[in-house]
């Protein structure tokens, strides 16, 4: 008979999954001792080229699965996909610059000192099937049509602990959506990075394809990760909504709204950080172009969402709002960890809360975004990255050294597909996540 088999896994820079196996009777022993790691893994591209490392082929780190962050999800044909999430330490237990799922917890750490509030996320993907393209969006026959294998994959994912709030037909070609309830934001980090790989695992087991890509196709919408954030006291009481507060916000909130807001433009380096995010994060393409706060608008880079019930003890508990500039190329821990420094500064610094905007940004001329504080999101991966090197705030929220090995990464990513026409790159992509 097979022996079981488990894989101790991280969300990298290039947020894919990596890891090493080994026999999944194994596995409470490799919790306490760890399972090797070498430090250039961190420069591995999506394209699986090696960007610039300081390591070289020096040095030796530990990938430390732990126990509470396993997921088996069963699959319709063939071995079960078994995977434990961790963190990398030094060999003598000391934080790794580099580790990912270090840098969620520092930063809720943070957030909590400056607020006294924890933050419950939860992440709405949007992902491609080419094998059920052709009908129309929101459709019958395109739900229908794809239905075995959501089922498949609602089965799956449901094995593995996770319980997807809805499961649907969206909009552009062969696009569906799954969106996880919230959960405490490490968790629904890890969640977030389980569900793609159990749903890319399923269209693997049935002789299909899932993409998670941020834009197949220049002509259609694109493929977002919507992350949604409340806050909460010790005591689990909401502390999102205050109906005398701007925009129904409390104060915390709308401060942590303002942080956000604020460093948007830098950030999306880490939110959205590949070549055809930028083709995605375009006005009029459903996503966001700008940095602003919005109440239920779907082109604002932070978007206050709509509640299911009026009643105020319930509103304030629905109570959240929603970053779009968001997608897949991204790891959840570091795209996560991003937005709660971001809603931290903001809370630390006091900052007020936005003016909502209203209407289309993209008729206003720049003057004109100018004068209301509003300034556009970045056009292109390049700009992305040059922001963020010219944001020392948001390097001293990383060790050390860290945003300057992003930077060689996501650079050294962007010229592997420098040359290629804009097709090309998207199916590269496409292939890739």
Known sequence: MPL??????????????????????????????????????????????????????????????????????????????????????????????????????????RFEAAS??????????????????????????????????????????????????????????????????PQPALRAADEAIALREIIRAVARARGETASFTPCPDPETVGNGVHIHLSFWDAEGHPATFDPEGPCELSRIAGQAAAGI??????????????????????????????????????????RICPTSSDAPDKRARQFNYEYRAADAAASPWLALSALVHAAAAGVEAGLPCPEPTEGDLSEMSPEALAELGIRPLPRSLPEALDLLETAPEVAGWYPEGFIALYLDHKRFEAGEVADLPEAEILKRYAAAY
Not at 76 to 81: Q, T
Not at 166 to 175: D, K, M, N, T, V
């Open 116 to 181: 006294g509030l924890s933050v419950m996320a939860s992440f709405e993907h949007e992902f491609i099937l080419p094998d059920h393209a052709g009908d129309s969006g929101f459709s019958l026959a395109g739900f229908h049509r794809a239905q075995g294998a959501l089922e498949d994959m609602l089965w799956a994912l449901h094995g593995a602990g996770l319980r997807p709030d809805s499961l649907l037909r969206e909009y552009g070609p062969g696009q569906f959506e799954v969106t996880l309830p």
């Open 261 to 302: 807001v604020a460093h948007m433009p830098a950030i999306c380096a880490l939110t959205a950080p590949s070549v055809p995010s930028y083709t995605r994060l375009q006005p009029h393409r459903w996503s966001a172009s700008f940095a602003n706060l919005a109440v239920q608008d779907r082109e604002a880079g932070l």
């Open 4 to 109: 079981p088999i488990h894989m101790a896994g991280l969300s990298d820079l290039a947020g894919q999954l990596r890891g090493k196996g080994f026999a999944a009777a194994d596995l409470e022993a490799r919790c306490r001792s760890g399972v090797g790691w070498t430090p250039t893994n961190a420069q591995i591209t999506c394209f699986d080229g090696i960007a610039p490392s300081p390591y070289g082929s020096t040095g030796d780190m530990l990938l430390r699965p732990d126990p509470k962050r396993s997921f088996t999800a069963p699959m319709p044909a063939g071995p079960d996909l078994r995977l434990t999430l961790g963190h990398v330490t030094a060999r003598d237990g000391s934080p790794w610059m580099a580790c990912l799922s270090q840098h969620l917890s520092a930063a809720l750490a």
